[in-house]
DNA sequence: AAGACGAAAGTGGTTGA
DNA sequence: TCAACAACTTTCGTCTT
């Protein structure tokens, strides 16, 4: 039997860091990965982006169909998802083998030695049932916020993260999970708003907050500033508005930000506000009270904020209700 | 009658002494 | 550690469409 079978003989399907995928010379996105070479290579100026990544793949050749299949690595893929990442083996108090026979003196003593090891790391049998509890609240965290399962992978990575670095003594379960689906959504570039977490779960605004600031200085993860531009999208759906106005409030907000009006402005505000004008000015008008409340603000910020823009951008308000 | 407006008071988080 | 502060929310009366 073989016990060494561990993490190494399978495969790697999932991408676990954080990095971005966009070339920082030519800003291209299409990145090549050449895995015989362990690089990473811009595919539209040759960039190497990055070098000496494992190689994932067989290192043995194969002649035939049946060959590669017998000599193809073995084993699910590591998930994160999955409280033990889908490996696990318990060895048996028994000292018998698998067909019930008897061991001999060295392979008892030898598994033995391994059962003492096992009981040993009972640590992370409290472990595994804190990540078991864990992943099913993401599971379902997630699947009622629908968040796509890359985003998901990411949280749970940065649960397993947190566990080790002992950030959940003390805190909820449940809040944790949240924060870490809520970092893994900005640093993914999808952000939901913090109020539509905090109602997915049963954890207040207010702590969620905490665990993610907690986060964010534990782990030292770079997370990027919220765009109010990463919300249109959502938001332009929820509300049914055609691509045009999606184009419009982008270009709203990209000229607010270049007057800097954007400023220590909640970046909800500020695409709430942005599709406010973009949808008066391309005839597909929404109320202030719908788009507050798809935004999760109110109608007095949608309102400042649109204000400040029509005003300081000087957009001719024709039908934008202000004054001429 | 619904939507928009704006004043005033209250809230939670940040900043600087 | 505390007070000042800016941004946002809540609430409410009034005006506009």
Not at 228 to 243: G, H, N, Q, T, V
Request: aromatic share 4%.
């Amino acid at each position: 039997m073989d016990y060494t079978r561990s993490a190494t003989d399978r495969k790697e399907t999932v991408e676990p860091s954080v990095e971005q995928t966009e070339c920082p010379e030519c800003r291209s996105t299409s990145v090549v990965e050449d895995v015989t070479r362990g690089e990473r290579v811009c595919g539209g100026c040759g960039l190497v982006l990055s070098a000496h990544r494992i190689d994932t793949g067989a290192e043995w050749r194969a002649f035939s169909a049946e060959e590669s299949d017998a000599r193809s690595r073995v084993g699910a893929p590591v998930r994160y998802t999955v409280h033990d990442k889908g490996l696990s083996t318990v060895i048996d108090w028994r000292d018998r083998d698998t067909s019930g026979r008897k061991l001999s003196p060295t392979r008892r003593s030898e598994i033995y030695r391994l059962r003492k090891w096992q009981i040993r790391s009972r640590v992370h049998s409290s472990m595994d049932r804190n990540l078991a509890q864990a992943m099913s609240e993401l599971e379902r965290l997630s699947s009622q916020l629908g968040i796509p399962s890359p985003i998901r992978e990411l949280a749970a990575l940065l649960y397993r993260k947190s566990i080790i670095k002992k950030l959940v003594r003390g805190r909820s379960i449940e809040a944790m999970v949240a924060a870490t689906l809520y970092a893994a959504c900005r640093i993914r570039l999808k952000p939901r708003p913090l109020d539509e977490v905090a109602d997915a779960s049963r954890v207040d605004k207010k702590k969620l907050g905490q665990c993610y600031r907690l986060l964010l200085r534990s782990l030292t993860i770079k997370i990027p500033l919220s765009n109010p531009i990463d919300y249109i999208s959502r938001f332009a759906s929820e509300l049914s508005l055609s691509s045009p106005v999606q184009l419009r409030t982008v270009e709203i907000l990209q000229r607010s930000r270049d007057i800097g009006l954007t400023i220590g402005r909640d970046p909800l505000g500020l695409a709430a506000a942005a599709i406010y004008v973009a949808s008066i000015m391309l005839d597909e008008r929404r109320t202030q009270r719908a788009i507050a409340e798809v935004a999760r603000v109110t109608e007095v910020t949608v309102r400042n904020r649109y204000k400040e823009m029509v005003r300081k951008l000087g957009i001719n308000s024709m039908g934008l209700g202000g004054q001429s």
